[in-house]
């Protein structure tokens, strides 16, 4: 699996299935935070995915 499948996966584990550019822009931001998605916890991981579908142009998760 890749990064994308990953993320996807975790994220619908989580109740918030995404795929296409939400996913991608999720995947943006949290790369910032770690290049394994498995590695991120699921709190910080629902508060990216939040923020990224909140702000399609953010650089950063807005508490950084």
């Not at 998605?37 to 950084?64: K, N, Q, T």
Request: glycine content about 8%; aromatic content about 4%; cysteine-free.
């Amino acid at each position: 699996m890749n990064w994308l499948e990953i993320l996807a996966e975790r994220l619908a584990g989580l109740g918030m299935p995404m795929e296409g550019e939400r996913l991608a822009r999720t995947a943006r931001l949290g790369l910032l935070y770690s290049s394994a998605p498995h590695e991120l916890h699921d709190l910080l991981l629902m508060g990216i995915a939040v923020e990224a579908d909140h702000r399609a142009d953010a650089e950063a998760p807005i508490w950084v």
